[in-house]
C-alpha cells in the first residue's frame, strides 16, 4: 500500500456494503468486506455478485482480480471500519415500528477487540439518532484502555457518512452525489472526510453525528410525504370517478407543481422505514409523518380491495400480477408493496394468481413466477404493481378484453 491507502473492514456485503468496498478496493485500499453468509463470501471471493446493480459485477471482478478486495467471514485489525449492516424494525407489543439497531451492536462487538488508537469508525446504516453515540458508549465502556484519564482527544475516531444512493445507479451516485459526514467531534468528521474524498466527486458536508443521522431520516420522510399526496390523491380520484393521471399531469403544468407518481405503497428499506425512526423519536410531535406514513402503509390494502371488487365477477378468475420489486428495473423485495399485495392474494385464494418478476430469477423468488407472455394471455385481472420496462411494450390490442387496474400508469 502507498502511503494514502489504507487497510479497510466493511461490515456487511449488501446493496451499501459491496459497492462501497468495491469502489474503496479500485481506489488503492485493502479492503475486506465481511459479512455472516459463507455464501456471501464464497460468491464475492470467486468475483461474482449476488445482488442484480449495473455494473457492478465488473467492479467487484476487477476489486477482487487487483487483490484489494477479499471477503471474510470475520473482520480483521484495520485502519478503517465502515459498518452497513441493516437496521430494521423491532416488534413490540408497545410499538411495532420500533427501530432495531441489534445488528448495528452486533458489528461493533466484533470490532471492539480490534480498535487501536487512531482508528476511523464510520456508521453508513441508516439510524435513529443517537446510534453514533451509542457507538462510541460501547467503545469507551469496553475500550476504556483507549481513553486514558484527563485526556478529553478521542482516541477513535468516530463518523456518521449515511448512503445517498438510488437502487440501480448505486455505482455512479457513490462517486456523484453529496455526501453528509456526522462526527462524534469535528476531528471525527474529518478524520471520515479525507476517506470519502478518495473516491467521491461530489461535495462533502460536515456536521455534529446527530445532525448527520437526523439528515437522512428527514430526506427519505421528505419523499415519504409527497408520495402520500400522490397516493391519497389517486384515491380520492377514484371515489370522484376522476383520471388521476390526467389529473397530475394537468396540474403539473403549474410552475410550482410537482406531484410524484402515486402507485401500489412504498417500499424499499429506506423511505417505507426511515420515517417511523422520527415517528419513535419524537411521537406527539411528528404528526404529518406519522399521517404520511400511514397513507402509504394503507395503500396494498386499498388495493387489495380493487382487485376483489373486479374479481368477484369471475366464478374463478386468473389474476396477473406485474411486478414483485419495490421500485422499477431492479430485483430489490425489501418492504415491497407489491409482494405484499401477491403474497396476500395468493393467501386470499379468490382466484388463480400468476406473476411475472422479469428482474428476479424464478428459483430466487418467494413466489413461483410466469414469462410475461403467458401472464398477459391468461389473466381475466391485469394488475400492474410495478413500471418494469418490459411491460410498457406489452401490445395494447391484449388487453381489450381484460380488467386493468394499472397502479403506474404506464398503459394510460
Same mark, same amino acid.
Given at each position: 500500500? #502507498? ?27 485493502? /479492503? ?8 456471501? @463470501? ?10 442484480? *446493480? ?30 452497513? $449492516? ?11 415500528? =420500533? ?21 476511523? $469508525? ?8 443517537? !446510534? ?23 482516541? $477513535? ?18 462517486? #456523484?452525489? #453529496? ?27 460536515? !456536521?455534529?453525528?446527530? !445532525? ?48 410524484? !407518481? ?28 406519522? =399521517? ?10 386499498? @388495493?387489495?380491495?380493487?382487485? @376483489? ?34 403474497? *396476500? ?7 388463480? /394468481? ?31 404493481? /410495478?413500471?418494469? *420496462? ?23
Amino acid at each position: 500500500m #502507498d502511503s494514502k491507502s489504507k487497510k479497510i473492514v466493511v461490515m456487511g456485503l449488501g446493496y451499501i456494503g459491496l459497492p462501497t468496498a468495491s469502489m474503496l478496493a479500485v481506489k488503492g485500499h485493502q /479492503v475486506v468486506g465481511v459479512d455472516v453468509s459463507e455464501q456471501v @463470501v464464497q460468491t464475492i471471493n470467486s468475483g461474482k455478485i449476488h445482488i442484480v *446493480e449495473p455494473d457492478l459485477d465488473i467492479l467487484v471482478r476487477s476489486a477482487v482480480n487487483s487483490g484489494n478486495l477479499r471477503a471474510s467471514r470475520q473482520p480483521e485489525e484495520a485502519d478503517v471500519f465502515i459498518i452497513a $449492516v441493516p437496521t430494521p424494525f423491532k416488534f413490540t407489543d408497545n410499538n411495532p415500528k =420500533t427501530p432495531d439497531i441489534g445488528y448495528v451492536e452486533a458489528a461493533v462487538t466484533s470490532i471492539l477487540p480490534l480498535l487501536k488508537q487512531g482508528d476511523l $469508525v464510520i456508521l453508513e446504516s441508516t439510524s435513529p439518532v443517537g !446510534t453514533t453515540e451509542r457507538i462510541r458508549a460501547m467503545v469507551r465502556e469496553h475500550r476504556a484502555e483507549l481513553y486514558p484519564a484527563g485526556s478529553h482527544a478521542e482516541p $477513535v475516531f468516530i463518523a456518521h457518512c449515511p448512503e445517498r444512493v438510488l437502487p440501480g445507479h448505486i455505482l455512479r451516485e457513490l462517486v #456523484d452525489n #453529496d455526501r453528509i459526514v456526522g462526527g462524534i467531534t469535528r476531528a471525527c468528521a474529518e478524520k471520515a472526510r479525507e476517506l470519502y474524498k478518495s473516491f467521491c466527486h461530489g461535495s462533502i458536508y460536515l !456536521t455534529d453525528s446527530k !445532525t448527520a443521522e437526523m439528515a437522512k431520516l428527514t430526506e427519505n420522510s421528505f419523499r415519504d410525504v409527497n408520495i402520500a399526496f400522490a397516493n391519497e390523491l389517486s384515491i380520492v380520484c377514484d371515489e370522484l370517478g376522476i383520471n388521476v393521471w390526467e389529473l397530475i399531469e394537468l396540474a403539473n403544468k403549474h410552475p410550482r407543481v410537482n406531484i410524484l !407518481t402515486p402507485g401500489p405503497g412504498v417500499g424499499g428499506h429506506c423511505i417505507a422505514v426511515d420515517p417511523w425512526f422520527i415517528v419513535s423519536a419524537a411521537p406527539q410531535s411528528a404528526r404529518l409523518i406519522r =399521517t404520511a406514513r400511514e397513507i402509504n402503509d394503507f395503500k396494498p390494502s386499498w @388495493v387489495l380491495d380493487k382487485i @376483489v371488487q373486479k374479481a368477484n365477477r369471475f366464478k374463478a378468475p386468473v389474476i396477473g400480477c406485474l411486478g414483485l420489486a419495490f421500485k422499477a428495473n431492479i430485483d430489490d423485495l425489501r418492504e415491497s408493496p407489491a409482494l405484499e399485495i401477491a403474497k *396476500e392474494l395468493v393467501a386470499m385464494k379468490i382466484g388463480e /394468481v400468476v406473476i411475472c418478476e422479469p428482474n428476479v430469477a424464478p428459483g430466487l423468488a418467494p413466489l413461483p413466477l410466469a414469462p410475461l407472455e403467458r401472464v398477459v394471455r391468461e389473466a381475466d385481472i391485469l394488475v400492474v404493481l /410495478v413500471d418494469h *420496462e418490459e411491460f410498457k411494450s406489452v401490445d395494447p390490442d391484449l388487453l381489450k378484453e381484460k380488467i386493468v387496474i394499472d397502479l403506474k400508469g404506464i398503459w394510460r
